[in-house]
């Protein structure tokens, strides 16, 4: 898998925050930010990558918007082989991505690398679970078992473990 960002993006929501300095960084950070719409921002990217029986790819940007709040954004498909080209935004506070169910469910090193050059985590979306490498720890975790990830009672239980850190 080759994640390849290419020129920054603009964003009107989210266009303003380039200018302000990176929101502290970490996966539980960026988990807290998954709420209802960015969960179903992922199960749109599923179906996009049918349902990881497609070679092509689908990648949800998660974005820090002018308001403070948090979003996801799919870029549109590429209709690349096991890799997918998008725009990079500076507001971009981790990056999701489908991988084929033909493909190895952990981050790779082209994800890896984009994850270190960008320094923010980068998760997959996968039949065998989600799992996210985090380039502060440089570690692979699981998130998820299989399709669990695409349940909201999975993220209330990972909310609720946040919650109580």
Not at 3 to 15: F, K
Not at 23 to 46: M, Q, Y
Not at 67 to 72: E, K, L, N
């Amino acid at each position: 898998m080759h994640l390849l960002p290419r020129t920054p993006a603009t964003d009107s929501e989210a266009e303003r925050v380039s200018r302000l300095p990176r929101p502290t960084s970490g996966v539980d950070f960026v988990l807290s930010t998954f709420d209802k719409p960015i969960i179903n921002s992922f199960r749109e990217a599923w179906q996009r990558a049918a349902n990881g029986t497609s070679p092509r790819e689908s990648v949800v940007l998660i974005l820090k918007m002018a308001d403070g709040s948090y979003g996801a954004r799919l870029p549109n498909p590429t209709n690349e082989y096991k890799s997918f080209t998008f725009a990079w935004h500076p507001a971009t506070i981790a990056i999701v991505h489908t991988h084929p169910n033909s493909s190895r469910p952990r981050p790779e090193d082209g994800d890896i690398t984009a994850a270190d050059k960008y320094k923010v985590p980068i998760f997959t979306l996968t039949l065998q679970g989600m799992f996210v490498y985090d380039p502060a720890t440089r570690k692979i975790t699981k998130v998820c078992d299989g399709l669990t990830w695409k349940e909201d009672a999975a993220w209330e239980k990972i909310q609720v473990r946040l919650a109580s850190h």
